[in-house]
């Protein structure tokens, strides 16, 4: 044998011994260090209680359990139940938009309607001071405008008619007192300043008063027609400023502490989009609707050009005051349940999950969160439904799988000696199929067994074991041996 073959068999030797070596080398000997350090090595994203998953927080502590709380590792994460991977192209097919969860101020804008309403403040009624008829009425409908020192209606009343008498005959009699007399009682049944010099003039008593108008406005309310009778009590008309007007806004009970006088608030009409007016909050009424369930606010505008008119819809916004710092999210990425809200997490690398949280107040297109979102973290704003539906399905399969594995019995730790035999039908039971080696007879009871029931014609003793079974402590009188 030349030195070539003696290399060429030294060589597969040492390959033979180095393979045979390598084998004998276990997986868990290379492996150990690894093992020893990985836990060092893997991120840990936060910690979480034993007990309750979304109780999170990023530091080790103790559950509201007292129960120390365990981390959760990156690579962890696809294994809690109710996390999904969807793949990119799926999520590029399925429109998935995402945003990032904020933590800032919250403006409590309150949006409602209202309706636009004459400033009470600036209502004037009409009436008499004295019994009468109508004789002339100057204004026909309701709605009329109507300018300051215009003639409203004249009256005729046998009241003023003697009381203009009385003051020409005081006038005559050159008595000062009982002019002074007359003129106050004319005074105090309506006729103005302004007449009653007219009256001094012209020494003859009219038989109708002429009212006018004390201001320009409409005519909110005509109470009367011509001829008709009327009373002090008795409202002839109202007239209303158009100068200036109130809204009347509708404010829902949740946000009814939002809201104080003082504040800007803005009104739309429908009628003339784009145009915005800005007045300011003047009351809040100290009561709620019983029916509607909203508190009325009342707000004052300047109305110059009298483009908004009584009873007109309006669109209204009020500016309350700012919150503090908030965690905030669009209100699009939010999932609204019968008693769980919930938004989709996106963890990155395709991996979704839905989580329940607590929402605050809500601010035009933002929903504050109060609990179970951080900022910074990424979620879903469009597709998250389909996203929390496939998200439901893993965490209820994740479930359903926990409770198989819990029902799966140990029959071993089963005590037979507690079982009741004569209530079982064994004449349904196959005890071919049966190991009766493993079964340990001595623990069993045979004196509460009826084999009377028992159809020994169908059972196989073939494969039963008599030498290791315990006769002695079976009752063979009770045993009926006829079936």
Request: charged fraction near 30%.
């Amino acid at each position: 044998m030349n030195n070539k073959s003696l290399w060429i068999i030294f060589l597969l030797a040492a390959a033979v011994v180095g393979f045979l070596a390598g084998r004998s080398l276990g997986p868990g000997e290379s492996g150990g260090t690894t093992a020893a350090g990985g836990d060092s090595e893997r991120e840990i994203l936060y910690w979480v209680a034993p007990m309750d998953a979304n109780y999170r927080r990023d530091e080790p502590g103790k559950s509201p359990m007292g129960m120390d709380l365990v981390p959760v590792y990156a690579d962890e994460v696809d294994s809690q139940p109710g996390t999904v991977k969807i793949d990119p192209t799926v999520v590029n097919n399925l429109g998935v938009r995402t945003s990032k969860a904020e933590r800032g101020e919250l403006p409590r804008h309150i949006d409602t309607v209202g309706y636009v309403q004459f400033d009470e403040d600036t209502l004037h009624h009409v009436h008499t001071r004295v019994d009468g008829w109508i004789e002339k009425l100057a204004t026909k409908a309701t709605g009329d405008p109507v300018e300051k020192g215009q003639l409203l209606f004249e009256l005729y009343s046998p009241t003023l008619v003697n009381a203009k008498q009385e003051f020409l005959a005081a006038l005559r009699s050159n008595n000062t007192v009982l002019l002074q007399a007359s003129r106050e009682r004319l005074a105090a049944l309506g006729v103005t300043e302004s007449q009653i010099k007219r009256l001094e003039q012209d020494r003859k008593a009219g038989q109708r008063v002429r009212v006018y108008a004390d201001a320009d406005g409409v005519i909110a309310h005509l109470g009367v027609r011509e001829g008709i009778f009327v009373t002090p009590a008795d409202e002839v008309m109202s007239i209303a400023e158009l100068d200036k007007v109130w809204v009347l806004a509708e404010v829902f009970e949740r946000e009814a502490a939002w809201v104080r006088p003082g504040q800007m608030a803005m009104v739309e009409l429908d009628y003339l989009p784009g145009k915005m007016w800005h007045g300011t909050v003047d009351y809040v009424y100290p009561e709620l609707d019983p029916k509607t369930r909203t508190l009325t606010v009342r707000i004052r505008f300047d109305n110059e050009e009298e483009m908004l008119r009584p009873n007109m819809f309006a669109r209204v916004t009020i500016d309350g005051d700012d919150t503090g710092p908030v965690v905030h999210v669009p209100r699009e990425a939010v999932i609204r349940g019968g008693t769980i809200d919930r938004v989709v997490v996106a963890l990155g690398e395709g991996r979704y999950r839905s989580r329940p949280v607590t929402l605050g107040i809500e601010s035009h297109d933002r929903v504050a969160i109060r609990s179970g979102l951080e900022a910074g973290e990424e979620i879903v704003v469009s597709g998250q439904f389909l996203i929390d539906s496939e998200s439901n399905i893993e965490a209820a399969l994740a479930r359903m799988d926990s409770n198989n594995d819990d029902m799966q019995h140990d029959h071993s730790q089963m005590n037979h000696g507690e079982m009741n035999h004569g209530t079982m039908d064994h004449s349904q039971m196959d005890h071919g199929d049966m190991d009766h080696e493993t079964m340990d007879h001595d623990e069993m009871d045979h004196s509460q067994m009826d084999h009377g029931d028992m159809n020994h014609e169908d059972m196989d003793h073939s494969q039963m074991d008599h030498d290791d079974m315990d006769h002695g402590d079976m009752d063979h009188e009770a045993m009926e041996h006829d079936q």
